[in-house]
């Protein structure tokens, strides 16, 4: 409602105070009072309606009123001396006109957002585009409390008082006493000191915009907050050798934080407070809707830590497009719950294997089997990417690779094939230290891997696998070295073999869904393959040990008509037969049990042998 200082239209006029909005929040007289006295006056040339876009607080959700008010402005295109004062006079031209050759704000913010790396790079687009078309800069706000705009005006004008020595009193009794002695009694004369009188000045008493005080964090969190020498202080070393400092914030933040930030840094530094800068979308509830208080669907984070862990959700986060709004409920978190869980199986499987292994017991990996060497030529072939996508934060790629390593490459094909060697063999073997020597290896590389993200966990998981290295693994730097286990003919070779392997693993899938068979261990099949290349790589291994076969015959040919072939699997096709002799009481694998070694007649000699070493007597 209008106050006494409009007549006619305040408390004192008939009928009482004329309201913009009334107490309920509808609309109230005020409008048409002022358009009926101004065309009462003759003074009205056309009146119209306006459908304000954003009439409410997004808040509190009440009608908004908007005030034509005095503000202050820093020019976006006039010529100024980076962390100095305005143009000085004899260089300025008329008002609101550009100093010759003089860079203006525009044009510093602009080439400092081309100098600044963004991610996603349409950050870029956004933030250009901002700049580029924005009016000038205001940088006051027209609230009861903040951070005073400390300034001297000429009394009668707009002439700003410039003065060092005032400055500098004013700078001492801010950080001496607080932003409070701007308001403080006699504290306009006490800034201007002898050589001026109060009563030819404006104390100016109108707060900077809250903006303008989170772009001014930088000096603080970067520099000398005194004497503001330059960025300095903590940040990500890169491998040319420069700190860079990288802001992270969501995409709002155009407008915000990161607006300001570079504005503000560019009139003091010449350049953008920032190096990288990151943005990330919002998250939403399962349907798409924002989550908001108002409509009860907000999911929160303690809650999400609560039931599952930090760790989930952390891994939820990093396997998302962060760039864009996520979705967020108890259907997302089940399926990464899954995702973690078997990123988690695989670790404790690994430091099982691991629990006895000591140093002693490590084997060269030019000595190892092909089968170690390969995966250890996998490792070599993830090592670039993942420090690729961790240097671009990408870390849904990072989440990626490891899932597909650790779930495909190792539980589904090298742990399940190498448990029989780790759990059956002598602990003399050599395949046995190998395959160890192996895992150590990839334990390494993967929980380092895994540590930026599964925090927690990995921490954990280093603690029981390293206990005598850093007290924690985010102490740890990133694998080194693996580049040398690089093995390309070595891959190229069991690609083909598990080309030849899928064949068999499918078929006798068919077999135990028809009832026929049960464990892979309980066949012998016999194996056809057409490609000249491929039986070559097949018949090169213990096939039946790839396969995870108690026996199995690997012949070149076509086939018989009536073998197994997988619609997937072209040139190979399998005859399916049970293995036969006796099954081994320790490995499950069939035998003949003419050839058990003496005193143990229920298991294989091989099995016997270990049996000897662990010092089980025999019968």
């Known amino acids: ?48 309606r306006l459908k304000h876009s954003y009439p409410h607080s997004w808040r509190s959700k009440k009608p908004v009123i908007f005030r034509n008010t005095p503000q202050w402005f820093i020019a976006m295109d006039k010529g100024f001396e980076v962390g100095g004062h305005s143009a000085s006079p004899e260089n300025a031209g008329p008002a609101g006109t550009r100093r010759h050759n003089a860079p203006t704000l525009r044009d510093i ?5 081309r100098e600044t790396r963004w991610v996603p790079p349409s950050g870029e687009n956004r933030i250009t585009g901002m700049i580029a078309g924005r009016p000038d800069w205001v940088v006051s706000r027209q609230r009861a409390w903040g951070v005073p705009i400390c300034v001297f005006v000429k009394k009668g004008g707009h002439e700003i008082l410039l003065d060092d020595e005032v400055n500098a009193r004013i700078a001492d009794a801010f950080e001496n006493e607080g932003a409070d002695a701007w308001y403080a009694p006699g504290a306009a ?10 009563a030819d000045y404006d104390k100016i008493d109108d707060v900077l915009d809250v903006w303008f005080d989170s772009g001014c964090t930088h000096a603080f969190t970067f520099g000398d907050a005194k004497n503001f020498p330059g960025l300095q202080g ?18 709002d933040q155009h407008r915000g934080w990161f607006h300001s930030s570079l504005l503000e840094s560019c009139g003091t530094r010449g350049r953008a407070p920032y190096d990288v800068v990151l943005t990330h979308g919002f998250v939403l509830d399962e349907n798409g809707r924002k989550m908001a208080k108002s409509l009860g669907n907000v999911v929160a984070p303690q809650a999400i830590i609560k039931d599952s862990g930090a760790d989930i959700l952390r891994l939820w986060v990093a396997a998302s497009d962060y760039s864009d709004d996520l979705r967020m409920g108890k259907n997302v978190l089940t399926s990464f719950s899954e995702t973690y869980r078997k990123l988690r199986n695989s670790l404790r499987w690994m430091l099982g294997a691991l629990g006895h292994f000591t140093p002693a017991e490590r084997v060269a990996a ?40 650790m779930n495909t490459d190792l539980s589904a094909f090298y742990f399940d094939i190498r448990k029989d060697t780790l759990y059956c063999d002598p602990p003399s073997s050599h395949a046995r230290k190998a395959a160890l020597s192996a895992i150590d290896i990839i334990c390494d590389a993967v929980l380092k891997w895994l540590a930026p993200i599964l925090v927690f966990t990995c921490d954990e998981a280093w603690r029981e696998f390293r206990p005598g290295a850093e007290p924690s693994i985010h102490l740890a730097l990133f694998p080194a070295g693996l580049e040398a286990h690089r093995d390309d003919a070595l891959a190229a070779k069991w690609r083909l073999i598990r080309h030849a392997r899928a064949a068999v693993t499918g078929a006798l899938e068919l077999e135990r869904a028809q009832k026929r068979l049960g464990s892979s261990l309980e066949a012998a099949p016999a194996v056809f393959i057409s490609d000249d290349t491929v039986y070559a790589a097949a018949a090169s291994v213990d096939f039946a040990e790839v396969c995870i076969t108690s026996g199995i015959r690997v012949e070149k040919g076509e086939g018989p008509a009536d073998a197994l072939r997988i619609d997937d699997v072209k040139g190979v096709a399998v005859v399916p037969a049970r293995a036969p002799g006796v099954k081994c009481a320790r490995s499950w694998k069939y035998f003949d049990p003419a050839s058990a070694a003496p005193g143990y007649p229920g298991v294989t000699p091989r099995d016997a042998k270990a049996l000897r070493e662990l010092g089980v007597p025999g019968l």
């Not at 008939?14 to 003759?42: P, S, T």
């Not at 089968?371 to 934060?393: K, T």
């Open 234 to 251: 903590i940040h990500r070393i890169r491998d040319g050798g420069r700190d860079e400092i990288m802001y992270l914030e969501g995409s």
């Open 109 to 113: 913010a602009l080439a400092s957002i």
């Open 1 to 48: 409602f209008y106050t006494t200082e409009v007549p006619g239209f305040g408390p004192d006029s008939e009928g009482g105070a004329k309201r913009v909005i009334d107490d309920k929040g509808n609309k109230g007289n005020a409008n048409d009072a002022v358009i009926k006295a101004l065309a009462d006056a003759g003074n009205i040339i056309a009146r119209g």
């Open 189 to 198: 004369q006490r800034f201007l000191g002898a050589a001026r009188s109060a």
């Open 366 to 405: 030019a000595d190892m089997p092909e089968l170690e060497r390969l995966m250890l030529h996998r490792l070599a072939e993830i090592d670039a990417p993942a420090r690729e996508a961790y240097e671009n934060f990408d870390y849904k790629k990072i989440v990626s690779l490891l899932s597909q390593f």
